[in-house]
């Protein structure tokens, strides 16, 4: 099989680095607007990888490369996720791509109907939180005989907190702040609906030395999930995990205006805070050094009779053989495991669909693990 990445960023490396290294995948293309930036991590990689100058933007372009393939994996921004979704039906084309946008994610699943005529899978969201976390939610839940709740916590962390916020960047700063802005979509009384970022401060505990940390609102990382479970799940929400003390810093700048973005003119120069929010963490948060990512999910309900409660839990690091960070790990995996799974008929529903719906969790989880991506089940 042949798979484009499109992105040489972080999360493009990740999915590169496993493709190439996956016996089935014949070549990988590495798409991006900046070719040398492809062509340094296609030598990098290996001999499977081929650079080529692509504007994920440019549609006329992004036909003609996937033609020749049999899925994507868009490791870009959310902002070209729609257009993405479109040209791969248009090509037939298998695509799974890393989300950040669940209103983007919307207009992609109403494409579902022309997908499956198509004969296409695309699945929106297939990464880490929302991507990995949907499957194990489903996971859960299909043990079960019925869903009371499902808590989902996940968090990227520094192995060693590091001032001002006790935060450095692991995924795209457009991303972060997006998180800590939008609505939270969440099922309360079975119903879906929508609770502050920010807000909703718990203690959680991890084995040292993480030790007590925070968890709170943040948007996006349900995802599909309230749409899916509505009527059949009571409550459900996801919370970021993160070191003590940041989630109030985030807040009292968000309360401050620096994450609005509506544009404010500032003697003369119009600018929205936002972007100078971003390009000052961008700049001055400390170096992302060797990171951790936590995850928590529990699914509590009935078995026949008997209550249940089914918690999955991950604590992955920095892998010091590879270079590639746990965040890299945990969430370009999975698209890349996804992508694979499209093709050789793992995946055999087609449409656009979440991936709760569309990835089998036992071969998905069974490969997560084979790449030393371990998720523990504990069951009450």
């Known amino acids: 099989m042949k798979i484009l990445v499109l992105g040489a960023g972080l999360m493009g490396k990740g999915a590169a680095y496993d493709l190439v290294r996956n016996n089935a995948v014949e070549s990988v293309i590495l798409g991006d607007i900046d070719l040398s930036a492809a ?103 299909d043990e079960l005989t019925s869903v009371e709740s499902v808590k989902i916590r996940v968090g990227g962390l520094q192995q060693k907190p590091r001032p001002p916020l006790n935060y450095s960047l692991v995924f795209s700063v457009e991303g972060l702040i997006n998180e800590y802005v939008e609505p939270c979509m969440v099922l309360r009384d079975g119903k879906i ?33 309230p749409l899916t479970y509505e009527g059949k799940v009571k409550s459900l929400d996801y ?9 109030h810093k985030m807040w009292c700048l968000m309360k401050l205006g620096f994450m609005d973005s509506e544009e404010q003119d500032f003697d003369g120069v119009k600018i929205a805070p936002r972007k100078v929010l971003e390009r000052l963490l961008e700049r001055n948060l400390p170096p992302s050094d060797k990171d951790a990512t936590l995850l928590r999910v529990i699914v509590e309900g009935w078995k026949g009779t008997e209550s249940r409660k089914i918690e999955f839990e991950m604590i992955d690091y920095f892998d010091e053989a590879t270079g590639l960070t746990s965040m890299m790990r945990t969430t370009s995996f999975p ?3 996804a992508a694979t799974m499209m093709v050789d008929g793992g995946i055999s529903q087609r449409g656009v669909l979440p991936p709760e719906r569309a990835i089998p969790p036992d071969r998905f989880l069974s490969e997560l693990r084979s790449r030393g991506v371990v998720i523990e089940k504990r069951m009450f």
């Open 39 to 141: 062509q340094r991590l296609a030598e990098e990689i290996g001999d499977k990888a081929e650079a080529r100058q692509v504007d994920a933007r440019d549609k006329s372009q992004i036909r003609d490369v996937f033609v020749e393939v049999d899925a994507v994996i868009s490791a870009v921004s959310y902002t070209v996720n729609l257009l993405h979704t479109e040209v791969a039906i248009e090509t037939g084309t298998h695509m799974c791509d890393l989300g950040g946008n669940f209103r983007i994610v919307q207009r992609q699943l109403e494409l579902s109907d022309r997908a499956r005529d198509a004969g296409v899978t695309v699945i929106p969201d297939c990464g880490l939180a929302p991507g990995l976390t949907n499957v194990l939610v489903r996971a859960g839940a």
């Open 193 to 225: 609906t929508y609770e502050d970022p920010l807000v909703g401060f718990e203690q959680i505990e991890f084995p040292e030395p993480f030790g007590t940390l925070e968890a709170f609102n943040t948007s996006g990382g349900t995802s599909t999930l």
């Open 239 to 247: 919370k970021t995990i993160r070191y003590p003390g940041h989630g």
């Open 335 to 337: 698209a890349a495991i």
